[in-house]
Nanobody
């Protein structure tokens, strides 16, 4: 079982930045694929970004060039730096580790982009 603690959400104006962080339990953290997903009101959950154990990354087209995912295996954390935020980025963001067998979902953190 992987325990997750997400933080860093909040209210930001369009064009602003936020940094989300996720602390995960588990001695095998460095082997996990760590992902961020989001769910906007009235919409399905969607993939945002992921980072593999070799630090390769993948991004949704909608956030490419604006968001950066990173990990610190020494601290068992993954972060999502979000720049040039748009109102359509408003959603609950979830940290999602994958250990090769299953996905684990955190409680989510709210990001609201509004003037």
């Amino acid at each position: 079982q992987v325990q997750l603690v997400e933080s860093g959400g909040g209210l930001v104006q369009p064009g602003g930045s936020l940094r989300l962080s996720c602390a995960a339990s588990g001695r095998l953290f460095s082997s996990y694929v760590m992902g961020w997903y989001r769910q906007a009101p009235g919409k399905q959950r969607e993939f945002v970004a992921q980072i593999f154990s070799n630090n390769n990354t993948a991004y949704a087209e909608s956030v490419k060039g604006r968001f950066t995912i990173s990990r610190d295996n020494a601290k068992n954390t993954v972060s999502l730096q979000m720049n040039s935020l748009k109102p359509e980025d408003t959603a609950v963001y979830y940290c999602v580790p994958y250990d090769g067998f299953r996905y684990y979902w955190g409680q989510g953190t709210q990001v609201t982009v509004s003037s």
